[in-house]
């Protein structure tokens, strides 16, 4: 594994952006920074060996701090939303910005997403760390985060993340990639095919937030569970894609224990044969049809990114978990270990 490391720019605090390349025997290659522990690139070959670039980016290093997509980055302390930007613990209610309409989404517009996270090389990996005090966003007790990315001669994208407090806090994190298996200037991936193990899923307000209920995918559109096309429902008479104006919606993975990795899903590409499986440990999962990317910075080709030209899925806890006792916890106690995985493997179909 070779791992180049280069300044990418400066802030005007002095702060240095780098850009950090893993490139594996293959010539396979992933580049992160260390805004927002963010992936910029993965470079991975089509069924012919043809390499291309199937993650969204900007242009631009700029352009990673306080965007509404969130392009790439690592986002925390809570992921997905926060009903009204509240919630109690151990009797003492907490209020957070309100950054989503009338709710909190992502951590807030000064969480992990938006931060310079620390980083370093160990050996054939990239660590990224970062220190969240007391009080940040309004979160209590204070954490330390690391984001640790893997990448491997099978072309497997791997990202660990631990955390550990010194009280009782909350905690959600995941990763918010956008992927396009076709190369991220190729156009919409409505086209691409998508099977997701999980037979429920969690329905949701015109807000996005979320009412508690557990529902059966079976009957609707949200049914992953043979792979069929991001376009084939889109546009279906269904009040939560209407809400969304596409898939903005989480699911629960089917068969889910505590630390037991396992693979939720996989997004192919029959155009280019590009497939990528997702694995996690995490109990759900966010569909993100790209339905707001327009308008967004400038892309890495030179052009901004129009709605549906990428797809993130984010593997994650319950959103609004805090607020909903039937939904797995989030809280994390002092001093216990917080360690959840997620990874991305690029093969191609036969």
């Given at each position: 594994m070779e791992i180049e490391q280069n300044v990418w720019g400066f802030t005007p605090e002095g702060e240095a952006i780098i850009l950090y390349t893993m490139r594996n025997s293959r010539g396979a290659s992933v580049q992160l920074t260390n805004i927002g522990a963010s992936v910029v690139s993965v470079q991975v070959p089509d069924r012919d060996g043809t390499l291309a670039d199937v993650v969204l980016g900007y242009k631009e290093w700029k352009s990673y701090f306080g965007d509404g997509p969130h392009m790439g980055k690592c986002v925390g302390r809570f992921a997905n939303r926060i009903r009204e930007g509240r919630f109690t613990l151990d009797g003492k209610e907490?209020?957070?910005?309100?950054?989503?309409?009338?709710?909190?989404?992502?951590g807030g517009p000064g969480g992990f997403a938006n931060k310079i996270w620390a980083s370093r090389v160990e050996t054939d990996r990239v660590v990224f760390s970062l220190v969240s005090p007391d009080g940040d966003q309004g979160y209590p007790a204070e954490v330390g985060v690391e984001a640790v990315y893997d990448w491997n001669d099978d072309c497997e994208l791997e990202l660990t993340f631990y955390a550990k407090s010194d009280a009782p806090t909350v905690l959600n994190l995941t990763n918010h990639t956008y992927f396009n298996l076709a190369g991220e200037h190729s156009g919409s991936v409505l086209g691409h095919t998508l099977q997701l193990k999980a037979s429920k899923w969690l329905p949701a307000d015109k807000a996005l937030i979320f009412t508690g209920e557990i529902a059966p995918v079976e009957g609707t559109p949200m049914d992953f569970r043979t792979a069929k096309t991001l376009g084939r429902?889109?546009?279906?008479?269904?009040?939560?894609?209407k809400n969304a104006r596409g898939y903005d919606a989480s699911w629960v993975v089917d068969g889910w224990k505590k630390g037991e990795l396992q693979q939720v899903g996989t997004l192919a590409d029959p155009v280019s044969g590009r497939v990528m499986e997702i694995h996690t440990t995490q109990p759900a999962l966010q569909l993100y049809t790209g339905n707001w990317l327009a308008g967004s910075p400038e892309g890495k080709s030179g052009r901004g990114y129009e709605d549906h030209e990428g797809v993130a899925i984010e593997c994650q806890g319950y959103p609004d978990s805090v607020n909903h006792p039937e939904f797995v916890p989030a809280r994390l106690e002092g001093g216990e270990l917080?360690?959840?995985?997620?990874?991305?493997k690029f093969t191609t179909l036969s």
């Open positions: 907490y209020r957070l910005p309100r950054n989503d309409g009338p709710n909190h989404l992502h429902d889109i546009e279906a008479d269904f009040e939560p894609l917080y360690s959840e995985k997620i990874i991305y």
